[in-house]
């Protein structure tokens, strides 16, 4: 089973970039739908964005215009380009892939 880890997370100050990585232990060719969540102490882990294998992309409202998400299929990486950050942002970020593979999180911490 393709095993997922994150990476890039960190603390930035407000208005700042964040670059995540979202890397698979195996292909994601054949993997239709991955996608970005989030989830901000003591609140629901939320949906941030989603890329098809095809390149078609949704992004939540509180992130558009600001993030972008991408994959790299032959790096078996999904990325997560997080620009003009706010300290709402903050939050562990997690990976997903096909529904119900996801990773360990990884934290982004924003501060004003």
């Known amino acids: 089973q393709v095993q997922l880890v994150e990476s890039g997370g960190g603390l930035v100050q407000a208005g700042g970039s964040l670059r995540l990585s979202c890397a698979a232990s195996g292909s994601i060719f054949s993997i239709n739908a991955m996608g970005w969540y989030r989830q901000a102490p003591g609140k629901q882990r939320e949906f941030v964005a989603f890329?098809?294998?095809?390149?078609?992309?949704n992004y939540a409202d509180s992130v558009k215009g600001r993030f972008s998400i991408s994959r790299d299929n032959a790096k078996n990486t999904m990325y997560l380009q997080m620009n003009s950050l706010k300290p709402e942002d903050t939050a562990v970020y997690y990976c997903?892939?096909?529904?119900?593979?996801w990773g360990q999180g990884t934290l982004v911490t924003v501060s004003s």
């Open positions: 997903n892939a096909a529904t119900s593979l």
């Open positions: 890329i098809t294998r095809g390149g078609f992309t």
